[in-house]
């Protein structure tokens, strides 16, 4: 029955229907992990002690764990 409701809204096998809420989380905390990327490639530019480098990879890894927790799962129901 999934198959031919997806079938006849031009979805194929390889697709996927998620809730938008969850794919604007995913964009929102993705935006902040490539925009706390490039604050780091900027710092690692001007500065190399050791405090410097840990202040950067503690700013790198705040902003990479909720992309790597964020867990997003198909919609199965139309709630």
Known sequence: M?????????LGDDDLVV???ALEEL???LYCLQAAI????????HGH???D????????LENARPVAELW???????T
Not at 53 to 60: G, I, M, Q, S, V
Not at 72 to 78: F, L, N, V, W
Request: no cysteine; net charge negative.
């Open 27 to 29: 964009q929102s905390r």
């Open 49 to 51: 002690e050791p405090d």
């Open 53 to 60: 480098l840990r202040e950067a990879f503690d700013w790198l």
């Open 19 to 21: 809730a938008r809420a």
């Open 72 to 78: 997003i799962e198909p919609r199965t129901t139309s």
């Open 2 to 10: 999934a198959r031919k409701l997806a079938a006849a809204h031009g």
């Open 38 to 45: 490039q604050d780091v490639e900027r710092d690692l530019e």
